[in-house]
């Protein structure tokens, strides 16, 4: 295991720039050599050695450029052969969730129904009568058989019950867009079969009309009254625990996707008390209402040493495609009568999207079928006409299934695909059923077909929905393989820089800080993350076998992995 180091302190004033091979009188405070570094600057694509002052890169060349820079209060990372590259940019992920994942059960990986129930009664037999037990990851399309009884896949409550008679048991869905719930939870929560659906949601219940403890979308929220028995866990911890993740998966920066101001409020106050050291990039989830009275108050722009930037809305106008909640032109394959839900009043995503244009934020709404990009796509092109030229770099979140007709759209309007790279292999065995073979093809996890239209995609996990884990998504975006050996729509992949840009450059343009960091180059933030091998040129199943080394944020090493 590789260990998190506290921050001491960070300069953020920037006091001079060397060119390469420059001659320098004052040493830097950090210097990187002795190895591969890959820039992402197309001017400088390939150095041997970096030097770092204050926070910023201040030269970068060959070993022998940088030697002066070299001085006694000068650390030195040795990279022995190893690649540095700039810190990875998560694209989409959710910070405080991250962090809560980890306190809470792990179903990521259960085989089957059976699995589920087996690690609540364990969790049952270590937990006070009456405590809630919470836990994430489960799938059903990933079982590997289908449980019986079943609606649509989803199997009912009795088996989960009979093993947590006396403790309310609240169990999200991988994607976070369904929820299960045994028979305490759903009685304290005032759940029975007269319980009607709520607007964008759907109690899923057997043929007798009776819940079976499944819940998409929306209907999560009727959950509340058994959620709020929970003793939250202390939101300080949850963060810290969300970068000790995130360092030592080579992140550097993370584009959280939707805080309430709460959770800005605290990371301002643990930037303020040299707490966090990651850069946030923060997505605002609010009512229009709350937005229009705090949008002018929270917007700040690199707070804290570039540590927070505050100025970006979210709003999901469908669920998830795995809950048959994406929002689909037509109906699914595999449930034809559905053809999901919009979760979001189509009012309420056209005001929000005035507000942005009024208080001068980007707009990023969440999209995964192809009924819900083609909407959100009509919303951005309305406001752009309405307000005028301007580098709004509104984004689409996930733009997971598109109709064809829309591809085009993306590059022709400037709207920015933040897309999973890993989404589509841990998706891509159940695609097909969900789709049909024609959808799935023409409109799936499209990234070629995006950047042939000049769109510029921004990667990342989704985190805690997949591993915060670059390295897989990133092999995801250049391989198209999933776990069962097969490739899904291997024309759309991208290229080796393509892949690393979209986790870089391409991300950083995606906050408008693409002048800040994304690259590595004099002047700007010295974010770096050392990998154990080059994912550039090694082979393509080599991959997955790089490890993080080293996270350095502005300079200074967050993170070293084992035996350094």
Not at 524 to 536: P, Y
Request: glycine content about 10%; proline content about 4%.
């Amino acid at each position: 295991m590789g260990s998190t180091l506290r921050r001491t302190g960070i300069a953020t004033l920037f006091l001079g720039v060397a060119a390469c091979g420059e001659s320098q009188s004052e040493s830097a405070d950090l210097v990187i050599r002795g190895g591969t570094i890959v820039t992402v600057d197309e001017a400088n694509p390939e150095v041997e050695a970096m030097a770092v002052r204050d926070g910023r890169i201040v030269a970068l060349g060959s070993e022998r450029d940088i030697a002066s820079f070299v001085g006694s209060g000068t650390e030195v990372v040795e990279l022995d052969g190893a690649t540095a590259i700039p810190g990875f940019i998560e694209g989409h992920a959710h910070y405080m969730g991250v962090g809560r994942s980890t306190l809470q059960l792990d179903l990521m990986e259960v085989a089957n129904w059976g699995e589920v129930v087996d690690r609540v009664a364990a969790a049952v037999r270590s937990a006070e009568e009456g405590v809630l037990i919470t836990g994430r990851g489960w799938h059903q399309e990933k079982w590997d058989e289908r449980p019986e009884p079943n609606v649509d896949g989803l199997p009912y409550h009795d088996e989960l019950s009979a093993v947590s008679p006396d403790n309310p048991v609240v169990l999200t869905h991988a994607s976070g867009h369904a929820t299960y719930a045994n028979a305490l939870a759903m009685e304290l929560s005032g759940i029975d079969a007269r319980t009607p659906d709520p607007e964008g949601g759907e109690i899923v219940r057997d043929p007798g009309g009776n819940p079976i403890g499944a819940f998409r979308e929306t209907a999560s929220g009727l959950l509340g009254p058994a959620r709020r028995r929970a003793i939250e866990p202390d939101p300080e911890r949850v963060a810290l625990l969300a970068q000790e993740e995130a360092f030592s998966k080579g992140i550097t920066s993370f584009h959280d996707a939707g805080s309430n101001w709460s959770t800005i409020d605290l990371w301002t106050s643990m930037i303020d008390a040299g707490q966090l050291d990651i850069r946030i990039y923060a997505m605002v989830r609010a009512s229009p209402e709350s937005l229009a009275e705090n949008l002018d108050a929270y917007r700040t722009v690199g707070y804290g040493g570039n540590r927070l930037t505050v100025r970006a809305i979210k709003v999901s106008i469908d669920g998830a495609l795995g809950s048959h909640g994406a929002w689909l032109l037509e109906p699914y394959d595999d449930l034809p009568s559905s053809s999901g839900l919009n979760t979001t009043p189509l009012a309420d995503v056209v005001e929000t999207a005035r507000l942005a244009m009024e208080h001068g934020y980007q707009y990023n709404v969440h999209a995964i079928g192809d009924r819900a990009n083609r909407v959100v796509l009509d919303v951005f092109e309305s406001a752009y006409d309405d307000a005028g030229a301007g580098d709004y770099r509104w984004r689409i979140e996930h733009a997971q299934h598109l109709h064809p007709d829309d591809i085009p759209r993306f590059g022709a309007l400037g709207v920015i695909p933040a897309m999973q790279a890993v989404h589509a292999t841990s998706d891509g065995p159940w695609i097909e059923a969900k789709l049909g073979l024609t959808r799935a093809g023409e409109g799936a996890y499209v990234w070629r077909d995006l950047l042939d239209s000049g769109a510029v995609i921004v990667n990342g996990t989704d985190a805690p929905v997949e591993d915060l884990d670059p390295i897989p998504s990133y092999y995801a975006s250049v391989s198209r393989r999933m776990a069962n050996g097969r490739t899904l729509s291997l024309e759309q992949r991208m290229t080796r820089m393509e892949a690393l840009r979209s986790y870089t450059i391409d991300a950083a343009y995606g906050a408008f800080e693409e002048d800040l960091k994304g690259s590595l180059e004099v002047g700007k933030l010295a974010d770096v993350t050392v990998l154990s091998q080059n994912i550039t040129t090694v082979d393509e199943e080599a991959i997955l076998d790089t490890e993080v080394l080293y996270t350095i944020v502005g300079g200074e090493v967050v993170y070293r992995g084992s035996g350094l």
